[in-house]
């Protein structure tokens, strides 16, 4: 068992403060320990939306961002797009990624995250088996497609707005070398970043819900 996360700060209230929510999906991503480090020295919180292969490969990196108190989700153990898969093939990925996360951590995720954002009825079923709401993105920063710092960081500004959950990619060099510029820009601009549960906390969200709800999403 890991110890308690090391977050003795009282929990911020995003009904008085600007907040905003960085997700990183994919992860533990092999830049991890310099997003953490950035992520320390500036006093942010983030989500992590954490594949559990990769938490096999990467223990230190999983156990590090639980301790430092940010926020860790499944998003599945190798990735597939759940609508595509049969109901038991959906269980198996979300249960031997919560599995990992809390043998490696200690924490047992609470919010799922799709792979790719995909989700249908059997898949919202699923989650609220598991007592999980899912959780996609207000915007993405499109780091993966993009793959520079410029690009990420115009498009990560553009697109933040208070109570926003923005897509990222811990996995992404660029991504991880142009956090202390876009930490302090966001800092600079009054956000406070919160993890996704933080920001979420008023939303009375309960298992199997999706947010946000998609265009078209009927349950």
Same mark, same amino acid.
């Given at each position: 068992m890991a110890p308690a996360p090391a977050s003795a700060a009282p929990e911020?209230?995003?009904?008085?403060?600007?907040?905003? +929510?960085?997700? %990183?999906?994919?992860?533990?991503?092999?830049?991890?320990?310099?997003?953490? &480090?950035?992520?320390? @020295?500036?006093?942010?919180?983030?989500?992590f939306f954490l594949e559990g292969q990769y938490v096999k490969s990467r223990p230190a990196f999983a156990k590090r961002m639980a301790k430092e108190g940010h926020e860790l989700g499944n998003h599945s153990y190798k990735h597939p797009n759940f609508t595509t898969l049969e109901p038991g093939a959906i269980r198996s990925e979300i249960k031997k990624t919560q599995d990992i996360v809390y043998k490696t951590t200690g924490v047992t995720p609470k919010l799922l995250r799709p792979p790719y954002g995909m989700a249908d009825i059997q898949v919202s079923?699923? +989650?609220?088996? %598991?007592?999980?709401?899912?959780?996609?993105?207000?915007?993405?920063?499109? &780091?993966?497609?993009? @793959?520079?710092?410029?690009?990420?960081?115009?498009?990560?500004?553009?697109?933040?707005?208070?109570?926003?959950?923005?897509?990222?990619?811990d996995w992404v060099k660029q991504t991880v070398d142009s956090m202390p510029s876009i930490i302090?820009?966001?800092?600079?601009?009054?956000y406070t970043l919160v993890s996704v549960s933080t920001l979420l906390k008023n939303q009375n969200l309960q298992p199997g819900d999706i947010y946000p709800v998609p265009e078209g999403w009927e349950k």
């Open positions: 911020v209230d995003c009904t008085q403060v600007k907040c905003l +929510a960085l997700t %990183f999906d994919d992860g533990p991503g092999k830049y991890a320990d310099k997003l953490l &480090d950035t992520l320390k @020295k500036y006093n942010a919180k983030a989500t079923d699923i +989650a609220a088996e %598991f007592g999980m709401p899912m959780i996609l993105w207000t915007a993405g920063s499109r &780091d993966w497609a993009t @793959k520079n710092e410029t690009e990420i960081k115009k498009q990560t500004l553009a697109v933040a707005k208070q109570d926003g959950i923005i897509l990222m990619h302090k820009t966001l800092q600079g601009k009054g």
